[in-house]
């Protein structure tokens, strides 16, 4: 297996990024949309890797956590 990647990302990249994977996982045509059974797992794989990692999507505020970290996403560089 190869070593693990690394990637860097901010606590609000990481909000929004999880938020759009969890939610096209969801979608009732995703296997449409992602054909190959290797990429869902893929994203599958990073949806419970973020909610591990970051449980933000289970506080009751998360709707108000997820807005603002889109709004600072929006203005980084």
């Given at each position: 297996?190869?070593?693990?990647?690394?990637?860097?990302?901010?606590?609000?990249?990481?909000?929004?990024?999880?938020?759009?994977?969890?939610?096209?996982?969801?979608?009732?045509?995703?296997?449409?949309?992602?054909?190959?059974?290797?990429?869902?797992?893929?994203?599958?794989?990073?949806?419970?890797?973020?909610?591990?990692?970051?449980?933000?999507?289970?506080?009751?505020?998360?709707e108000a956590?997820?807005?603002?970290?889109?709004?600072?996403?929006?203005?980084e560089p």
């Amino acid at each position: 297996m190869p070593a693990p990647f690394t990637i860097a990302l901010t606590e609000s990249e990481l909000v929004v990024l999880h938020d759009v994977l969890d939610k096209l996982s969801e979608r009732e045509d995703f296997e449409r949309l992602v054909p190959d059974k290797g990429d869902q797992q893929a994203i599958y794989n990073l949806v419970c890797l973020f909610e591990r990692e970051n449980p933000i999507s289970f506080l009751p505020d998360y709707e108000a956590r997820l807005n603002a970290a889109r709004a600072e996403v929006r203005l980084e560089p």
